[in-house]
């Protein structure tokens, strides 16, 4: 049975690493956020341009994202009543950091940092702690993975659910993900 389950969560971890960053998939949420008018078209043609760079820049932090999101997806019909999906992304944060800081790798293992460990034990808002890293890294990315999954998952982008929700997870969910710093502000309404 754990062996079931094991290639279950590998999987789960596979397949939504492949849809994160689905190049084809990307460039529907970036028409869509144009559509909306969450950014014009020529900031959905630059981040369209950058993306292949920021994907490769950010493989590390891609992998690892994509983990929490396979991890959501084993767990999301899970019958037993327990926190299992929290549990598990706080342990892959811990167990990753502590593999990282025996091999030596300080550049690795200061991605899985405590904010990072912090939100992942979050209900919900866990499974996007590795934003927190790719923000620092590509912001650009952030922003368009957090629309993306968000799309995926709830038929609507990030930013309908930041403008549609209550301040305070407003606040928090900007803070998570902020809006890109695009050369010439206040080209969107969304943008805050």
């Known amino acids: 049975m754990a062996g079931g389950f094991s290639e279950k969560l590998r999987r789960s971890i596979a397949r939504a690493r492949e849809r994160l960053v689905d190049p084809d998939a990307l460039a529907q949420t970036l028409e869509r956020l144009s559509a909306e008018g969450a950014i014009s078209q020529a900031?959905?043609?630059?981040?369209?341009?950058?993306?292949?760079?920021?994907?490769?820049?950010?493989?590390?932090?891609?992998?690892?994202?994509?983990?929490?999101?396979?991890?959501?997806?084993?767990?999301?019909?899970?019958?037993?009543?327990?926190?299992?999906?929290?549990?598990?992304?706080?342990?892959?944060?811990?167990?990753?950091?502590?593999?990282?800081?025996?091999?030596?790798?300080?550049?690795?293992?200061?991605?899985?940092?405590?904010?990072?460990?912090?939100?992942?034990?979050?209900?919900?808002?866990?499974?996007?702690?590795?934003?927190?890293?790719?923000?620092?890294?590509?912001?650009?990315?952030?922003?368009?993975?957090?629309?993306?999954?968000?799309?995926?998952?709830?038929?609507?982008t990030y930013e309908q659910f930041v403008a549609d929700t209550y301040s305070p997870v407003r606040r928090i969910a900007r803070w998570l993900v902020p809006y890109p710093a695009f050369p010439s502000a206040g080209d969107s309404a969304l943008s805050r």
């Open 43 to 156: 900031h959905a043609a630059s981040l369209g341009a950058n993306l292949p760079n920021d994907i490769d820049r950010s493989s590390y932090i891609l992998r690892h994202l994509g983990a929490h999101l396979g991890i959501g997806a084993v767990f999301a019909f899970d019958l037993v009543p327990l926190p299992l999906g929290t549990v598990s992304r706080v342990l892959w944060v811990a167990g990753n950091r502590l593999v990282e800081h025996s091999r030596g790798s300080q550049n690795h293992a200061r991605v899985h940092s405590a904010t990072v460990l912090l939100v992942a034990a979050i209900p919900l808002l866990g499974y996007g702690a590795y934003l927190i890293p790719l923000r620092r890294q590509s912001s650009e990315l952030a922003f368009v993975l957090a629309n993306h999954t968000w799309l995926v998952r709830t038929g609507r």
